[in-house]
């Protein structure tokens, strides 16, 4: 993961040439030795921390949804609770409701993630380059996450209603097509209603990731480029790119996994409709539990929406470690 | 070096261990101690806000001063429908006391019921017989008294009584007079508006028009002729005749209401809080209130229930009859306009306080309820999805009915 | 290089910013315009981009509202508190992580990374059930402690970036000078990792803020409600939606938070300065 080699000086492995064969850790210089296992206890000292936290509050629900998942477990018969091995499981996989939803939030996934992230660099790079009046729009295009998801979801639908929103009025008033269409009454239009809403939030912290990620990048990096003729396009490509892609790595992960997990927009702006048409992985979840009462499904449904997220991060690490490394 | 690492190590984790424990001492303040000095404790949950968390509170405080030794806490879970019975089951689930009295819609009382969490308040002394029929049932899915209706609300169709001279008798002329008001008054929009979202509103209207036309949320019958006939009504009043915008796919009776209210709508199904949202706006005085040609009409009431492990039933029983009594009834219905549920409270007051209420009476006459089943959740959730792609244009009224009815049979089946 | 070609890429340059500027503010500008509305005005339906009479109406019931200022003020102090303590563990976990020769860094960073993506519906139910066995139920300790799920993930990968980001020649430097890790860690990488440090701030502030599900399920007195719960009860009676009622809510609690994010900024200041490395 790393694009930057840190590791200090390397203890000095002992030399074989000849004598006879050394004591275990003898030959190294002791001080060398246990400096490097201090270090690495102080480091598992630093890390325990957040894996104790991160554990700790997430360890009884998994265990419990994974329980739930191998039992039939139904709220309205509290007491009863058999044994029903991956029943659950099959069931789930064999749904063609689960197929579909899955197949929409994966091309929903792929398309947003692919757009935002594009975006979210346009908007880095802006943020990055010095302007007169940076901090007003840097704070502009964090205004955004003032209004949390869930109202900002509500207002959206407001938005788009074509009676007492803007977006009908102002892309009529624009003379641009789509004025008539109820948005969030079609079958894809109703996705792009989603995308929008969910970007409005979500672009800035891409944003956010990779100028943090700018930021870390001398400047000499880039005299030097120009010293030797390239010219922007060129230093962008050759020179940032490359050193981005730690936070290029982090935004594209945390957001592929975020977007597979869209939910509040979702049920705010359409409730899966119209029809079933927005249905997502995570609306499925929330139908075992909340509508069927079925906790043995919305177990079988969590565990099975947290290894395909283990493998879509897997993929999206995938995709950006494939290149070669570069260090700074 | 060593030293200061295996220092520094020591100085980092007794740091995370004490903050840790500064934490959890400052988590380990507890809930508040139950008062020992002869007052009685109990907890309403409610969801209101706004006018019915107002009429709810000015209730809660004539009942305490008429009940000095008992102290009510009124506990607000959520004003969404949803999360306000998430919360409600999350707490019954864990097999908590608390709350002792709370409210619940009149389709959620058999689930509740199957799960065992309400008290028998038959065994208290309930009277269902003074109640409004439709209403009541709902609080006895399986004979005994569970829960009593708080207030009886019920759907009909809205009209504008100026530009609408005689209500339709048949859902063509009702398309028919539509269209003709709409032609008479320019700030007219639409003709009929009403709720078409995916959510529980749809289910509610989509009755209202199958009970007039002849047929019903029968679950073994839901693919009938007439069901099909009144979905077919609403799809074409959208793409057929017009009349109502493609808009009410993302309507929810706010929508409608505010429609309605400002005098662009001639026709909208709606509950009777359209009554008092009207006052003072352009269309006051001109609002009429009837059932679907047919005698359509959903009834949905809020039901009060006890739960079954309250500690204090005898307490939260005074609190449930005051809320049903004559007294608090009319109150609420002057303040938030929720129509009673005690027979009794429909008397010459009522009808004083706010006249319009002899015209919710008339329209719950005929009305009907929703079944009283405990999977009434996920079997309204497959006419929701169905309901919803017929409004969208997605699925044709019979295809979308049948294959509704095969799941809930599903559901029922299992 | 002509006069030309720099003329059109400045042009172009302010055409993204302006496009920027929009599609951030144009909603929020459609949001206080609604605040802006009476009842009545907002209720007849879009006539404009401008209210027609502006009505202070809905920011007067707000701001009287006792149940509204309180619940902003218990998210400033939940929010605050998350933020605190996620910068200060995720940075000690990136550092380890980073430099401590921790064994194999990346396994770690992927179960930092899925203990955050467990679906937050399916974690609620068990929790309520824990905490409150545990009395953390209605406390604010509890909620600081499930919001932590949102923001140490994502804070750990940022600032563990940022400290590979950093060589390591800075610290060998300072450590060769005699001074001991942890002076070298707070006088030379400190600074240095402030950009992220700040970074980190904001988004587990705001990620925090954020908040809905859990505060829901674990909170249950009014007093302790956050501002989403609030906000979204506000303008809500059981039909209607007061919109101009919770936009102007929404406006009074963007005010410090904007000025809260304007202050930050400044301080992610741009890139290593020359100075360090030397």
């Known amino acids: 993961m790393s694009t930057v080699s840190t590791r200090g000086p390397r203890a000095v492995p002992p030399s074989r040439a000849g004598g006879p064969p050394p004591r275990r850790r003898t030959h190294q210089t002791p001080r060398r030795r246990t400096q490097e296992d201090s270090a690495r206890r102080l480091g598992n000292a630093l890390v325990a921390p957040v894996l104790l936290v991160l554990l700790a509050i997430t360890a009884y629900p998994l265990v419990n949804n994974l329980w739930n998942s191998f039992h039939q477990v139904i709220l309205t018969k509290p007491g009863e609770t058999p044994w029903v091995g991956i029943d659950n499981y099959t069931r789930l996989l064999g749904d063609p409701d689960f197929t579909d939803s899955l197949t929409r939030t994966l091309v929903y996934t792929v398309i947003s993630v692919v757009l935002q992230i594009g975006l979210g660099v346009v ?72 995308f929008v809403a969910d970007s409005w939030k979500t672009v800035p912290f891409v944003a956010i990731l990779v100028l943090a990620g700018l930021q870390v990048i001398p400047s000499e990096i880039y005299e030097a480029g120009t010293i030797d003729g390239a010219n922007r396009w060129q230093s962008f490509w050759r020179l940032t790119v490359p050193l981005l892609k730690p936070a290029l790595l982090t935004a594209l992960v945390f957001r592929v996994l975020q977007s597979f997990l869209i939910f509040d927009v979702i049920f705010a ?29 919305g177990g079988a449904t969590s565990i099975t929406i947290v290894v395909i997220s283990l493998a879509l991060a897997g993929l999206a690490t995938l995709a950006i470690r494939v290149r070669k490394e570069d260090t700074l | 070096m060593r030293h200061n690492i295996s220092r520094s190590a020591r100085r980092i984790t007794l740091f995370t261990a004490a903050t840790t424990a500064v934490l959890l001492t400052a988590a380990c303040s507890g809930p508040t101690d139950e008062a020992d000095d002869g007052v009685t404790t109990i907890v309403l949950a409610d969801a209101g806000l706004g006018t019915e968390a107002d009429a709810t509170a000015k209730a809660v405080e004539a009942f305490e001063s008429a009940n000095p030794d008992i102290d009510v806490k009124i506990e607000s879970l959520s004003t969404d429908g949803t999360q306000y019975m998430q919360q409600l089951r999350q707490r019954l689930v864990a097999g908590s006391t608390t709350p002792d009295v709370f409210k619940a819609a009149d389709i959620e009382i058999a689930s509740l019921a199957e799960s065992g969490w309400l008290y028998d308040l038959d065994s208290l002394g309930a009277d269902p017989d003074s109640f409004v029929p439709g209403a009541v049932k709902a609080g006895q899915p399986d004979g005994t008294t569970v829960a009593l209706p708080w207030f009886a609300n019920v759907e009909g169709v809205f009209y504008r009584t100026d530009l609408v001279p005689e209500f339709p008798a048949t859902p063509a002329d009702l398309v028919a007079a539509a269209k003709a008001g709409a032609a008479a008054d320019p700030a007219i929009e639409y003709g ?34 007439e069901n099909v006939a009144a979905l077919e009504f609403l799809h074409d009043a959208i793409y057929t005749e017009g009349i109502s915008p493609e808009a009410v796919n993302q309507w929810h009776e706010g929508e409608v209401q505010e429609a309605f209210s400002s005098g662009q709508t001639v026709f909208s ?41 309250s500690e204090q039933a005898e307490a939260a029983w005074k609190l449930v009859q005051y809320l049903t009594s004559v007294e608090a009834q009319l109150a609420r219905a002057e303040a938030t306009g929720n129509p009673p549920s005690l027979l009794a409270a429909y008397n010459d007051e009522l009808f004083e306080i706010a006249p319009y209420f002899a015209q919710v009476a008339a329209v719950a006459e005929n009305a009907t309820s929703r079944p009283s089943t405990p999977k009434y959740t996920e079997i309204s959730a497959e006419l929701q999805t169905a309901l919803s792609s017929v409004f969208a244009n997605l699925a044709e009224p019979r295809a979308a009915l049948e294959e509704a009815a095969e799941k809930i049979s599903e559901i029922n089946g299992s | 290089m002509n006069d030309r070609g720099i003329t059109w890429q400045r042009m172009g340059f302010w055409v993204v910013v302006a496009f920027i500027l929009i599609g951030s503010l144009f909603p929020f500008w459609w949001i206080v315009k609604t605040s802006l509305q009476s009842n009545q005005e907002f209720q007849a339906g879009t006539k404009g981009l401008l209210p027609e009479q502006v009505s202070f109406d809905a920011y007067v019931q707000v701001l009287s509202d006792p149940d509204f200022l309180r619940p902003v003020l218990n998210s400033f102090v939940i ?46 139910g068990p929790l309520f059930l824990v905490y409150r066995s545990l009395n953390l139920l209605d406390t604010f300790p509890g909620l600081i402690a499930a919001d932590l799920v949102y923001t140490l993930p994502i804070a750990t990968w940022l600032l563990y970036n940022f400290f590979t980001q950093i060589p390591s020649s800075l610290e060998e430097a300072a450590l060769i000078d005699g001074a001991s890790r942890m002076q070298a860690l707070r006088m030379i990488i400190v600074p240095v990792a402030v950009p992220g440090v700040f970074t980190a701030a904001i988004l587990s502030f705001i990620l925090a803020w954020n908040d809905f599900a859990f505060a829901l399920s674990f909170l249950q007195t009014p007093e302790r409600f956050t501002a989403p719960l609030a906000l979204v009860n506000l303008g809500q009676s059981q039909f209607q939606v007061f919109y101009n009622i919770i936009d102007a809510a929404v406006v009074v609690i963007s005010l410090p938070v ?12 741009s890139g290593l300065t020359a100075g360090a490395v030397k």
């Open chain 1, 269 to 297: 702006m359409t409730v899966g409709g119209p029809g079933d048409t927005t249905e997502t992985v995570t609306y499925l979840n929330w139908e075992a539990f909340l509508v069927r009462s079925d906790f043995g499904a």
């Open chain 3, 258 to 269: 904007a000025l809260l994010v304007l202050f930050a900024q400044r301080r992610i200041v």
């Open chain 3, 79 to 124: 929010c605050a508190a998350v933020t605190v303590i996620t910068v200060l563990i995720a940075s000690l976990a990136a550092y380890g992580l980073a430099r401590m020769h921790v064994r194999r860094p990346s396994v770690i960073l992927g179960v930092i990374l899925l203990t955050g993506f467990f679906p937050v519906l399916a974690m609620v």
């Open chain 2, 269 to 309: 199904t709606n509950w009777p809080f359209v009554f008092g949202a009207s006052a003072d706006g352009p269309v006051d005085g001109k609002i009429g209130f009837a059932p679907f040609p047919g005698g359509g009409g959903t009834i949905g009431s809020e039901m009060l229930g006890i739960n079954a492990k």
């Open chain 2, 192 to 225: 009929l508006a009403f709720e078409g979202a995916k959510y529980e509103g749809a289910v509610t209207v989509f009755n209202l028009v199958a009970t007039g036309m002849g047929g019903g949320l029968d679950l073994d019958n839901i693919a009938s002729d």
């Open chain 1, 123 to 194: 908007v880095a790079l802006v943020l990055h380059h010095e302007f007169r009046g940076r901090g007003f729009v840097r704070a502009a295009v964090l205004i955004p996450w003032a209004v949390p998801t869930v109202v900002s979801a509500l207002l959206w639908r407001q938005m788009f209603d074509p009676r007492n929103g803007f977006v009908n009025y102002v892309l009529g008033a624009l003379n641009l097509p789509g004025s008539d269409i109820t948005w969030l009454a079609g079958e894809w239009t109703a996705w792009v209603a989603i």
